[in-house]
């Protein structure tokens, strides 16, 4: 869920629909990677981001990706954020806004993040499902109806973790997709490069 670059810039569309491109290697940087690929019947892109973090735990980056208070300190573009509804420590309906680039106008968004583990506890997977309709609608911002995606969290080794985040989104009103593609590499980048650096901090 820090998303937050989009989850915490770039906010994406939910797609049912088949994918038409394989992904694409867009950036290599420090250990992070960025892919990207089209999605058929829609003009904006869907990213992966993958990122290997030592001396960590799975329960500790967790904690991270769900501490949504913090996320205007710790992930790009995020203006604020606050849970709505707690249904579980790793469970919860969250509002962030997103600071889009001018002349775009900022966005604001609801997700469910719903957490599951495997029975051994070394994999994990955050499930970040839209839910617009929670509460009403600010005049501030554009709301983003459909987005989806997942934070994906595997212990390789003890003391290693490898996080995969993914998300495609529509970015809702009148914002071109070449806009919207421009910040889907950078975005989950400076993502993934705060939360390794955070998940590493002590």
Same mark, same amino acid.
């Given at each position: 869920? %820090?998303?937050?670059?989009?989850?915490?810039?770039?906010?994406?569309?939910?797609?049912?629909?088949?994918?038409? +491109?394989? !992904?694409?290697?867009?950036?290599?940087?420090?250990?992070?990677?960025?892919? *990207?690929?089209?999605?058929?019947?829609?003009?904006?892109?869907?990213?992966?981001?993958?990122? +290997?973090?030592?001396?960590? $735990?799975? $329960?500790?980056? %967790?904690?991270?990706?769900?501490?949504?208070?913090?996320?205007?300190?710790?992930?790009?573009?995020?203006?604020?954020?606050?849970?709505?509804?707690?249904?579980?420590?790793?469970?919860?309906?969250?509002?962030? *806004?997103? @600071?889009?680039? !001018?002349?775009?106008?900022?966005?604001?968004?609801?997700?469910?993040?719903?957490?599951?583990?495997?029975?051994?506890?070394? /994999?994990?997977?955050?499930?970040?499902?839209?839910?617009?309709?929670?509460?009403?609608?600010? @005049?501030?911002?554009?709301?983003? /109806?459909?987005?989806?995606?997942? !934070?994906? %969290?595997?212990?390789?080794?003890?003391? $290693?973790?490898?996080?995969?985040?993914?998300? /495609?989104?529509?970015?809702?009103?009148?914002?071109?997709? !070449?806009?919207?593609?421009?910040?889907?590499?950078?975005?989950? %980048?400076?993502?993934?490069?705060?939360?390794?650096?955070?998940? $590493?901090?002590?």
């Amino acid at each position: 869920m %820090l998303f937050i670059r989009l989850l915490l810039a770039v906010i994406f569309i939910n797609a049912n629909a088949s994918v038409s +491109t394989d !992904w694409k290697l867009r950036r290599e940087e420090s250990g992070v990677k960025i892919f *990207t690929r089209n999605i058929q019947g829609s003009p904006f892109e869907e990213f992966k981001g993958t990122v +290997t973090i030592s001396k960590t $735990t799975l $329960t500790g980056v %967790l904690d991270i990706i769900m501490d949504v208070k913090n996320y205007p300190n710790n992930f790009p573009n995020c203006g604020s954020a606050k849970v709505l509804e707690q249904k579980g420590k790793y469970n919860d309906i969250h509002y962030i *806004t997103i @600071k889009a680039p !001018w002349p775009v106008n900022d966005r604001d968004a609801i997700y469910e993040a719903n957490t599951t583990f495997s029975q051994d506890g070394k /994999h994990a997977r955050v499930k970040l499902s839209p839910r617009g309709d929670y509460a009403q609608e600010n @005049k501030n911002y554009i709301r983003v /109806h459909n987005g989806s995606g997942f !934070w994906q %969290l595997d212990e390789v080794s003890p003391g $290693t973790v490898q996080v995969v985040y993914q998300f /495609h989104a529509d970015p809702a009103g009148e914002i071109p997709a !070449w806009i919207a593609n421009s910040v889907i590499v950078i975005n989950p %980048l400076k993502t993934l490069e705060s939360l390794r650096n955070l998940a $590493t901090r002590n």
